[in-house]
């Protein structure tokens, strides 16, 4: 048993089950045993590839929008680029090589030690910062594949189902009470929520999407993961909680907590709300492949060698009816 497995053994047999949000929360980011906070190794080796690592086509295609909104802005000095969960600071090091002539301030918010050592490594010029002491952002505030990162909660309609510890001594699901605001989310996604029906909500990912609105004075807020919006979000049968490891799919999202990534989807539809309410400007909402698509992804392909991994990654990305398909972007702006 891993440290981290006894410790949450140890915290759900003195106080009750747990909900999977805090399950999830100290399986990612606890200091000492969280999957990101010890460093997750990412590319072709590593527990999983983003799409940044693999196509630095992207890092070229958000360049040129960057480029624009900066001349839009009236070519501000400096041109802010923060990036929320930087990961290995790929996507980061590839804007600040595409931008070199701007005159750019980069900060990297990372909230777990060991990601934020390799992305500064990769990024030695740029400040790092909590989020939390972001603000007054004047340019731009990236957030690419960091909203499914966020805790979520699991329901079994009407309830919500908590972790616990089975007869077997390893950790279960367990009835836990009334799902009641949890299932706002749900409800504001059009979603007629079906009793004994299993949904994965994270309300954490509209929070994010506000607290990086409110660091945001003037520019962008851009935000590239997998997901939609709508009622298909919940309901289409497909999973929506996922485990990653070693660049495959992992198992039980409830075992050897700390040792795999775990991930669920995004309500874009939330994200889209938040930041509205919070005064920003829904620029664009579309599919990344699309967007690919728009910044010359198909030309680019044409360039690379037949078989090279890079080709393979952006036909992937930009082909509206393949693994693109379940990313979008999404850019909201404050004038």
């Known amino acids: 048993m891993n440290r981290l497995a006894a410790r949450l053994r140890e915290r759900i047999a003195a106080s009750g089950p747990i909900s999977f949000s805090a399950f999830m929360e100290s399986a990612l980011y606890d200091a000492e045993g969280g999957f990101y906070a010890r460093g997750a190794r990412l590319g072709a080796h590593g527990a999983f590839t983003t799409a940044p690592i693999a ?61 934020l050592a390799q992305a500064q490594a990769r ?57 009641d605001h949890l299932g706002d989310p749900l409800l504001a996604a ?3 929520p079906v009793a004994g029906r299993e949904y994965d909500v994270s309300p954490a990912q509209a929070e994010l999407q506000r607290v990086m609105a409110r660091a945001l004075e003037r520019g962008a807020l851009v935000a590239l993961d997998y997901g939609e919006a709508g009622a298909g979000r919940y309901e289409r049968p497909v999973p929506r909680l996922r485990t990653y490891l ?22 874009f539809g939330a994200l889209r709300r938040a930041g509205e309410a919070e005064g920003l400007r829904t620029a664009l ?12 992804a198909a030309e680019e392909s044409a360039t690379l060698p037949r078989h090279a991994a890079e080709r393979l990654w ?22």
């Open 55 to 115: 196509v630095p086509f992207l890092a070229r295609a958000l360049a040129a929008d960057l480029r624009a909104l900066w001349a839009r802005m009236g070519r501000p000095a400096p041109f802010t680029i923060a990036e929320i969960g930087p990961g290995d600071g790929s996507l980061s090091a590839g804007l600040a090589a595409e931008l070199a002539d701007l005159p750019l301030a980069l900060v990297l918010c990372e909230r777990a030690a060991g990601m």
């Open 314 to 335: 952006l036909e992937a990305l930009s082909d509206p009816e393949g693994s693109g398909a379940a990313f979008r972007v999404l850019v909201q702006e404050r004038e």
């Open 190 to 192: 059009g979603v007629r």
């Open 285 to 296: 909402d579309s599919p990344q492949s699309e967007w690919l698509l728009a910044h010359g």
């Open 123 to 179: 990024v030695p010029a740029a400040r790092a910062l909590a989020l939390a002491e972001l603000s007054g952002v004047s340019g731009a505030i990236i957030a690419n594949e960091v909203h499914d990162a966020c805790p979520a909660h699991r329901l079994r309609w009407p309830d919500e189902l908590l972790v616990g510890i089975g007869g077997d001594g390893r950790f279960c699901w367990t009835p836990g009470p009334p799902a």
């Open 246 to 267: 070693g660049g495959m799919a992992g198992g039980d999202p409830l075992a050897a907590p700390g040792t795999q990534d775990i991930t669920v989807d995004v309500d």
